[in-house]
Nanobody, 123 residues
Framework: QVQLAESGGGLVQAGGSLRLSCAASGRTFSTSVMGWFRQAPGKEREFVAAISWTTITYYADSVKGRFTISRDNAKNTLTLQMNSLKPEDAAVYYC?????????????????WGQGTQVTVSS
């Protein structure tokens, strides 16, 4: 099993920045791909960004150029740097991990999930 714990959410004004972190524990060798997903009220959870063990990155079109995903395999941490935040970025952000490579965009393939952290963006 892998346990994931997010931190770093909060309230920020539009145009501002936030940095989310996710700490992984347990069978961390199972975190081949780690990603961030988000769910806004009344909407389905959607892919935000993902990164492979070898640091290949994947981004949703809506966040490209604004968000940066990174990981520290030695420390078992995942980070999402969010810049130029927009009101439409407001959501609960979830950290997720999967043991197999590939399929980074598909949330159904992720077997491990954190509890989520709230990001609120005021206009």
């Amino acid at each position: 099993q892998v346990q994931l714990a997010e931190s770093g959410g909060g309230l920020v004004q539009a145009g501002g920045s936030l940095r989310l972190s996710c700490a992984a524990s347990g069978r961390t060798f199972s975190t081949s791909v780690m990603g961030w997903f988000r769910q806004a009220p009344g909407k389905e959870r959607e892919f935000v960004a993902a990164i492979s063990w070898t640091t290949i990155t994947y981004y949703a079109d809506s966040v490209k150029g604004r968000f940066t995903i990174s990981r520290d395999n030695a420390k078992n941490t995942l980070t999402l740097q969010m810049n130029s935040l927009k009101p439409e970025d407001a959501a609960v952000y979830y950290c997720a991990a999967k043991s197999s490579s590939g399929g980074a965009y598909s949330q159904s393939l992720y077997g491990y999930w954190g509890q989520g952290t709230q990001v609120t963006v005021s206009s």
